[in-house]
C-alpha cells in the first residue's frame, strides 16, 4: 500500500496491489455499486455528499473505505471536501472490460451482455 504521509492523504493500493477478489467483494455490495455507478456517470469526481446513501454517515464512511482500499476508487481531499473518483485506468488496465460489463449489467438490471 502506499503510505500516507500525513492524516489528510488517504492510503490506497498500487496498481499492482489490486486484487481481483477484493475489486469484486466491493462491488458486490448494492450500495456501493450505486457509488461506483453514480461516479461513473459523472464529469469528473464527486464528493461524498454528492452521492446520496439512505444509511448513516459512519455506514457511508465504510462503504467508501471499502472501495478506496480495493482499488476501485481514489480519494483526496480538496480543501475540506473528500473527492472521489473512479480508478478506471487501472481497472481497465488490471480486467479488461469488468467496470464496463458491471455497470451494463446494473443499468440493464441483469448479467453482462459479453
Known amino acids: 500500500m502506499s503510505a500516507a504521509s500525513s492524516t489528510r492523504e488517504l492510503v490506497h493500493p498500487l496498481r499492482a496491489e489490486i486484487r481481483l477478489e477484493g ?7 448494492p450500495l456501493r455499486l450505486s457509488i461506483v455507478r453514480d461516479l461513473a456517470g459523472a464529469e ?3 464528493t461524498c455528499s454528492q452521492i446520496p446513501l439512505p444509511v448513516t454517515k459512519s455506514t457511508t ?3 467508501f473505505r471499502v ?3 480495493s482499488g476501485v476508487i481514489h480519494q483526496f481531499y ?3 471536501a473528500k473527492m472521489n473518483g473512479l480508478r478506471r485506468g ?4 488490471l480486467f479488461p472490460g469488468l467496470l464496463d460489463c458491471v455497470l451494463e449489467a446494473v443499468r ?4 453482462c451482455a459479453r
Open 78 to 80: 480538496r480543501g475540506t
Open 23 to 29: 475489486v469484486l467483494h466491493a462491488l458486490s455490495d
Open 108 to 111: 440493464l438490471g441483469g448479467a
Open 67 to 69: 472501495l478506496r482500499e
Open 61 to 63: 464512511t465504510y462503504h
Open 44 to 46: 469528473g469526481e464527486l
Open 90 to 93: 487501472d481497472l481497465d488496465a
